[in-house]
């Protein structure tokens, strides 16, 4: 296959080029700083070269947009909301030029779509979404990405958790963190955590792109989320490290400050279940964390 990841310079950018090409795909990175042979420039928001790029091409995949680990300053909550809804309109735009286009187009979206939850597990039929700036941002960048349907383009929207991955993302910073002794509950503990191991994420999105009939919004997590206390104890006992000292709110809050984060990305509560996947007899490698 020819596959298209817009935005793939990143964690999982990387990771999803290496699984597909050591499974022989071609595989094309669409970058604002271009660097290898296989990496195109764009710019996210207007039409250029790689739109010829995207001709006679397999698949998409659109990871564009700048990360949430920071402050939600009125500047970077622009930037955050412009950064998805531009790149996915851009690809639109493109696409509708096309005599050929993708056969399927998965975006980027994020579990963070659904309510803070730590009882009501939240499918994809049954998730409840709220309303706050992290949810807005999900909700609109669905809508730009189904408000035009392309007859023979089928999409899909990766309400993503966390990934665990060694080479990026947050998991380094926690197992870090952890060795340093600071690997107890955040908080009351109670959040839930989703998440799911790289590999399996890879899988997923091997799994989607081939399985035709899946399409709209699908969960990207594994069956078993866990609370934030039984994640870091389950991770202490992984790293072989006997204690564990709790943060509670106040503590996070001032981290956040000198760290330019959001609390939010450990307190709010993920409880996600990927139903579309298990429905459709996806084989998790990592079910339990």
């Known amino acids: 296959m020819k596959i298209i990841i817009a935005g793939g310079s990143g964690f999982l950018g990387k990771e999803l080029e290496t699984y597909f090409r050591n499974k022989n795909h071609e595989v094309i990175i669409f970058t604002r700083n271009p660097k290898q042979q296989n990496e195109i420039f764009w710019d996210a928001k207007t039409i250029g070269n790689w739109t010829e790029i995207l001709e006679n091409s397999d698949v998409l995949i659109n990871l564009t947009g700048k990360s949430v680990d920071c402050r939600y300053t009125e500047k970077n909550k622009l930037e955050i909301y412009n950064s998805r809804i531009f790149s996915t309109r851009i690809l639109q735009q493109a696409i509708d030029t096309l005599q050929n286009p993708p056969k399927v187009w998965l975006n980027a979206s994020s579990a963070t779509i659904y309510i803070h939850s730590e009882t009501h597990l939240n499918t994809e039929e049954n998730g409840i979404i709220g309303d706050d700036f992290s949810m807005n941002i999900c909700k609109s960048w669905e809508q730009e990405f189904f408000k035009i349907e392309n007859e023979n383009i ?136």
């Open 154 to 289: 089928r999409k899909i929207a990766l309400r993503t958790s966390i990934v665990l991955g060694n080479s990026g993302g947050a998991f380094p910073k926690m197992k870090l963190i952890t060795k340093l002794g600071l690997g107890g509950k955040q908080g009351r503990g109670k959040q839930m955590m989703s998440w799911i191991y790289i590999d399996d994420f890879c899988r997923a999105v091997e799994f989607l792109i081939e399985n035709e009939k899946i399409c709209g919004a699908v969960n990207v997590t594994a069956p078993n989320p866990l609370t934030n206390e039984e994640f870091m104890k389950t991770l202490r006992k992984k790293l072989k490290i006997p204690f564990g000292i709790a943060s509670p709110v106040w503590l996070l809050e001032l981290m956040s400050i000198f760290l330019k984060t959001e609390t939010e990305l450990l307190l709010k509560s993920r409880n996600v279940y990927p139903e579309k996947l298990i429905k459709n007899k996806f084989y998790f490698k990592y079910s339990n964390f």
